[in-house]
C-alpha cells in the first residue's frame, strides 16, 4: 500500500504563481507515482483556489492545466458551499470538478492517512 497525496490550493489569481505550481506538483506527483509508491493524488479548491475560477478572470492557464490534470486521471474537487454560496456551479460542473463539504474532504484526509501540500 502506498501513499495518499492532497494538495490544497487555498492562494487566488493574486497568486496565479502559486496556483500553477500547485497543479503541476500534483500532475508530476502522479506521473512519477508508481516509482514513488503514490496511490492517490487529488486537488482541493478552496476558498482562493475556488475564486480563481470565475468567469471573466484571465485564468485559461489554471483551466488549462485542471484539464490536463482530469484527463491524467487526478480527482479534482472544491468546497461545495463556496462554490455554491458565489453561484459558481456551472463553471465547476463544466470542468469536472466535484464538490464536497470541505470538512468532510479534510476529515476523510486525516482519517484516511493523506499527506497534505498547500499552496
Known amino acids: 500500500m502506498g501513499g495518499k497525496i492532497a494538495i490544497v490550493i487555498t492562494s487566488g489569481l493574486d497568486q496565479r504563481a502559486k496556483v500553477m505550481s500547485g497543479l503541476?506538483?500534483?500532475?508530476?506527483?502522479?506521473?512519477?507515482?508508481?516509482e514513488n509508491s503514490?496511490?492517490?493524488?487529488?486537488?482541493?479548491?478552496?476558498?482562493?483556489?475556488?475564486?480563481?475560477?470565475?468567469?471573466?478572470?484571465?485564468n485559461g492557464e489554471v483551466l488549462e492545466a485542471i484539464k490536463e490534470l482530469r484527463e491524467s486521471g487526478i480527482t479534482i474537487e472544491a468546497c461545495s458551499n463556496q462554490v455554491k454560496n458565489w453561484n459558481m456551479e456551472n463553471i465547476f460542473?463544466?470542468?469536472g470538478i466535484d464538490l464536497e463539504f470541505a470538512r468532510d474532504a479534510f476529515?476523510?484526509?486525516?482519517?484516511?492517512?493523506?499527506t497534505v501540500i498547500s499552496f
Do not use: C, M, P, W
Open 38 to 58: 503514490i496511490d492517490r493524488v487529488e486537488v482541493f479548491l478552496f476558498t482562493g483556489g475556488v475564486r480563481s475560477l470565475e468567469k471573466g478572470q484571465d
Open 107 to 114: 476529515s476523510r484526509y486525516a482519517v484516511e492517512g493523506y
Open 93 to 95: 460542473s463544466s470542468n
Open 24 to 34: 503541476h506538483v500534483a500532475k508530476r506527483i502522479h506521473d512519477a507515482r508508481k
